[in-house]
């Protein structure tokens, strides 16, 4: 199957710093990426959609100022998260299909990126 | 309101049986299901994907039945092992190409 790399795998910062996440297709093109976000016993829940060349999208609630997603290229979107605050320690997760983001089908996910804010 | 409901939270069996893990929805259409695989720490794994006019779908030891009309999709692991451990997540497609993800059951399988 395709590989979705992700990096960090994990990170603790201190309150009021910037963090970046990378994820990376490495075998395929991926247009469009997805972010989740996932808190410890409950289900993965969307941020964004990122977008190659064109901004993301933004799910209800999801500050887009806070959560910055770039995705300058086919192959690598990167989320950061701005001026970090402890409620933001989570499991951050990026994922991607082959063949673009509107073909219906399977996700391939990174490995996780597990912030710890201070 | 739209909502994924997977019962339970957590299911323990013996090697050898059978893992019957439920994923029922409300609010949703979906033109397909899919089912995935998270170890603790690690991003989520696919494992089958069935559609709507699809009554069941297997895998090896896998077998994924999706009933539309009850709005309900059951995951079964035969013969199950150890390494079957893990949680269990249901996603189906909520809006266009976007998933939706129900909250997971954590199976474990004792020798």
């Known amino acids: 199957g395709a590989v979705v790399s992700q990096h960090p795998s994990r990170v603790i910062c201190k309150s009021g710093t910037s963090v970046k996440i990378e994820c990376r297709s490495l075998d395929f093109q991926a247009t469009t990426m997805f972010w989740y976000r996932q808190f410890p016993k409950q289900s993965l829940m969307l941020m964004a959609t990122s977008n190659e060349g064109s901004k993301a999208t933004y799910e209800q609630g999801v500050e887009k100022d806070k959560f910055l997603i770039n995705h300058a290229s086919l192959t690598l979107s990167t989320l950061t998260v701005t001026s970090a605050h402890p409620e933001d320690s989570s499991f951050y997760i990026c994922?991607?299909?082959?063949?673009?983001?509107?073909?219906?089908?399977?996700?391939?996910f990174g490995e996780g990126s597990r912030l710890t804010v201070l | 309101s739209q909502k994924i409901e997977q019962n339970s939270e957590a299911l323990n069996i013996q090697e050898g049986k059978t893992a019957t893990l439920t994923c029922n929805y409300t609010n949703y259409s979906p033109a397909y299901l899919q089912w995935y695989r998270q170890d603790p720490g690690r991003g989520p794994v696919f494992l089958l994907l069935?559609?709507?006019?699809?009554k069941e779908k297997r895998k090896e030891r896998l077998k994924v039945t999706f009933d539309t009309t009850l709005k309900q999709s059951l995951f079964h692991i035969t013969a199950s092992q150890p390494a079957d451990s893990a949680t269990y997540l249901c996603?189906?497609?909520?809006?266009?190409?976007?998933?939706?993800f129900g909250a997971g059951t954590t199976v474990t399988v004792r020798a």
């Open positions: 069935i559609r709507e006019n699809e």
């Open positions: 996603a189906l497609d909520a809006d266009d190409y976007k998933l939706s």
């Open positions: 994922s991607a299909r082959v063949g673009g983001g509107t073909n219906t089908g399977e996700l391939f």
